[in-house]
């Protein structure tokens, strides 16, 4: 890839490598570690429901659309809205997106550095010989609250997005994906199997599974829709710049379908990991970011072999994380490069610096910084609610009106059906665009500020 003009843009060698790449960006930390967390704290199995269908009728159309958007532009989010529709506001979508990238990647890298050190750390044999699940909430306790070692391994993690993401989109963002998420698959069904055999799992299902709508209320609605934006890449021009790398020879509503499916089933199974683990070792469910990191632990002690597990797990997770990381960074990335006229690696190795900086108060939230507040929580908290909760969904709801009503569910159409593909569902997906999806995380905002 020499000059990244849109016409010599890198593009995906195959349809199974784009699907690949984008249930790449999809299945990352959001999945395994933040949906267990964030169900458990919002009440279970009601969560769940609300966040499939905020998947199914506000994430599936949302995600076509971005595809859409970025291969008929064959641009990054900024140029892309200002192809379809120069000089007017809606610009805006693509410096929302570029922001969000910014901003979740500097959230993103810390947690990523915690998959890290636990790859280190299940290597030494320290995190699966725990006696009891409160030892391994003890020791990971300690560790987040360690400066150095956090910063340190937040400082890899972003060293690894950098090295890939500086070799270009199928260099190394394509090949890194083939292998490692069928494997991320098998070793999450492995672990389901040694969780619901512990005694006492079946109350961890009921909750996980059974919904009690009482648990409801807008701010959980909320929170619901926002995971599904973040669990999906969507709301920021993530798949917008990754449809940007696809021929037309792809078929864009059949690939939208793969990757929402693939990535609602890694979390749904991540949750059939961790709650029946939960309660069957009396843990609390509203424990919070740390969940998964005490859990596992605590469940890799308890089964043959937890050493191994361990470590494959871990690393596995680190890849997803890492698969996730690089297309939050190429997203900032695209920009300079497209906009500004930056070299690739220039681009690369200053946005992720800035970015590192940034995120490293966040990386001390759980510890030195574990008392500064802002608005009643910590900057890692303030950072992840700010654009999951309001930055993705804004972004989105713009690009569902932006394909709904300005530049047309007609042209979305002609582009969807290149070169001979047939898209029988344009009537019900531009009502989703058009109405759904606007009234309904408009109609959640509203909820949200006037309950
Ligand atoms: N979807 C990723 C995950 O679930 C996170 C992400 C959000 C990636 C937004 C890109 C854009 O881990």
């Known amino acids: ?44 199995g009601a969560f769940v429901l609300v966040y499939l269908v905020c998947i199914f009728v506000v994430g599936l159309p949302i995600m076509l659309s971005e595809f859409v958007v970025g291969r008929n532009t064959q641009q990054s989010p900024v140029g892309a809205f200002q192809t379809l529709s120069p000089k007017t506001p809606w610009v805006g979508i693509g410096f929302i997106g570029v922001l969000a990238g910014f901003l979740i990647l500097s959230f993103y890298g ?59 989109v199928h260099g190394g963002i394509e090949r890194a994906c083939d292998v ?9 069904l492995v672990l ?20 009690d709508f009482s648990k409801l209320n807008p701010q959980v609605i909320l929170i619901a ?34 990757v929402v499916i693939f990535d609602t089933l890694i979390a749904l199974l991540m949750g059939m990991v961790i709650f029946p683990a939960v309660f069957a070792m009396n843990l609390e469910p509203t424990e919070g970011p740390s969940l998964v990191f005490i859990v596992l632990p605590a469940v890799f002690s308890q089964m043959p072999f937890g ?60 510890g030195a910084l574990g008392d500064f507040k802002i608005f009643g929580m910590t900057f890692f908290d303030n950072v992840d609610n700010i654009t999951s909760n309001y930055l993705l969904p804004i972004g989105g709801m713009l690009t569902a009106i932006f394909v709904g009503w300005i530049w047309g569910p007609k042209a979305a159409k002609q582009e969807i059906e290149q070169n001979g593909v047939r898209f029988g569902w344009v009537g019900p997906w531009s009502f ?19 309950k």
Request: one cysteine or more.
């Open 192 to 211: 389901m199997i040694r969780s619901l055999t512990l005694d006492g799992a079946m109350e961890g299902v009921r909750f996980y599974l059974y919904p």
């Open 307 to 366: 050493t191994l597990v361990s470590i494959i797990f871990f690393t596995l997770l680190a890849i997803a994380a890492l698969t996730s990381g690089i297309s939050l960074l190429e997203v900032v990335v695209a920009y300079f490069i497209d906009q500004r006229g930056w070299t690739r690696k220039q681009a690369v190795l200053i946005a992720c610096t800035v970015i590192f900086l940034f995120g490293v108060p966040s990386g001390l939230s759980f």
């Open 180 to 188: 490692l998420m069928p494997t991320l698959v098998v070793i999450l």
């Open 1 to 44: 890839m020499k000059t990244e003009s849109p016409k010599h843009r890198g593009l995906w060698t195959t349809r199974l490598g784009f699907i690949l790449a984008a249930s790449g960006s999809a299945v990352g930390l959001g999945n395994i570690w933040k949906f267990p967390y964030i169900a458990g704290q919002n009440g279970g």
């Open 110 to 168: 810390v947690v990523g550095g915690w998959t890290l050190a636990y790859i280190v750390k299940s290597i030494s044999g320290s995190v699966d010989h725990f006696g009891s699940p409160k030892e391994a909430g003890d020791f990971f306790g300690q560790f987040i609250g360690h400066t150095w070692e956090i910063v340190f391994f937040h400082a890899l993690f972003m060293v690894l997005c950098v090295l890939i993401v500086i070799k270009g």
């Open 225 to 258: 829709l926002g995971q599904a934006f973040f669990s999906l890449s969507l709301g920021m021009g993530c798949m917008i710049t990754y449809g940007s790398y696809l021929s037309e020879k792809e078929n864009l509503a059949s690939s939208t379908i793969y």
């Open 432 to 450: 989703l665009v058009k109405y759904v999806t606007p009234v309904a995380v408009g109609f959640v905002f509203l909820a949200k500020f006037f």
